[in-house]
């Protein structure tokens, strides 16, 4: 089953956050652990790990902000 | 730093692995479920801490009290709350320990001893002063372990309930988690003293700084200070040396740590060095395995039974909030 890539939320005050940059392309393998996307805040810049390991389908656009819980890709 | 010649029993050595176990398989379950976006909500990582909270819950009987703050999850887990209870209040779920209302910061199960979690630094060190007297005057035999870290010492709030307990003679052992953080602040640029355990003389108190990445060292001293202030000789500051091996809470970026910190924290971790210990006291790798294996599938349950539960009510709001009187 694929694993859904859910904007996380990153301090008490994040509603929103921007996906600043993916480290991976469509259909490239990822592992678990992997950082897969750099996220920003007004506050700070955050790298996320794969939290499942297959191949990643990014959806989430670059320089976009998304609210907390939006889905911006799969893994597997 | 405390020097023990005695070994510690190898019942107890068991309970605190599986204690530290759950402690760090409960922190890497949150950070994975915030980091998928599942679960939207503050928690404060204890990862480099795991074994100060169970060496010091270890210590104590399963009716003493503890208070602990929003980085409580450790001493929460360790002191044995009901894991389903845990995770539906984390979650803000009817389940939880405070029916979801009070959340990640303020989880209380005076039934397992978690009086309070208070999300203001240092307030709890005077409220276990409170819990401590109320034992001495019931007789209870209770002692009151309350966990807080190296910013909150100095707050006015540390040194008035310093004194007070030390002159009362109270059950209360002071446990300050020095994990050389306070927020976003390195400990020498808030605090210019070497220690915060040596200040315990200032009161007239017993004080210990001890290495809280060696369970040689943590459990003897914990044990040490909750006998002490058991049988009635008054307060013990314990000062446990640690690291937080995460930012301030998750999401925060920690790139103001230095890099020779970074890789100082790497050397001193307390899981690899317990599993060591572990080893050379003749458990296997295959037993030790199957306590975290066990461990990953009741939270795998409890988080599963959390996320398909209900939210309070909304009538719930004005409930347990005043005294009902008739």
Partial sequence: MAEEIRIPKLGMSATEVTLSEWMFGEGEQVAKGDIIYTAETDKTTVEIEAQASGAIHPTGEEGTKYKVGDVIGTIG | ?326
């Fill in chain 2, 1 to 326: 730093m405390a020097e023990t010649a005695k070994e510690i029993d190898r019942d107890k050595l068991l309970d605190i692995y599986t204690r530290t176990m759950k402690v760090n398989r409960t922190d890497e379950k949150f950070r994975e479920l915030l980091m998928q976006g599942k679960v939207a909500v503050m928690y404060y990582c204890v990862r480099g801490q795991e074994l100060v909270s169970a060496a010091a819950m270890a210590a104590l009987e399963d009716d003493d009290y503890v208070v602990c703050t929003y980085r409580g999850q450790g001493e929460q887990t360790a002191k044995g709350i009901p894991i389903k209870k845990w995770w539906g209040e984390c979650l803000g779920k009817a389940t939880g320990t405070c029916k979801g209302k009070g959340g990640t910061m303020h989880i209380t199960d005076p039934d397992t001893g978690i009086m309070v979690t208070t999300g203001v630094v240092g307030s709890g060190i005077p409220i276990a002063n409170g819990l401590a007297m109320a034992s001495q005057n019931n007789g209870d035999g209770r002692v009151t372990l309350v966990s807080f870290g190296d910013g909150a010492a100095n707050i006015g709030g540390f040194h008035e309930a310093m004194n007070m307990a030390q002159l009362y003679k109270l059950p209360v052992v002071f446990l300050c988690q020095n994990n050389r953080y306070g927020e976003h602040t390195a400990f020498a640029d808030h605090t210019d003293s070497p220690n915060i355990g040596e200040r315990a003389a200032g009161y007239g108190m017993k004080g210990i700084t001890v290495d809280g990445n060696d369970v040689n060292q943590i459990y003897p001293a914990m044990e040490e200070a909750v006998a002490h202030a058991r049988r009635g000789k008054g307060p013990v500051l314990v000062e446990a040396m640690c690291y937080r091996m995460m930012g301030h809470f998750f999401g925060s970026d920690f790139s103001y740590m230095p890099e020779e910190h970074l890789a100082e924290m790497k050397a001193e971790d307390p899981l690899p060095k317990l599993r060591k210990v572990m080893l050379e006291r003749q458990f296997t790798e295959e037993e030790l395995d199957k306590i975290v294996a066990d461990i990953d599938a009741e939270i795998d349950e409890a988080v599963q039974h959390a996320l398909d539960a209900p939210l309070p009510d909304t009538d719930e709001i004005y409930k347990d909030v005043l005294e009902e009187t008739a």
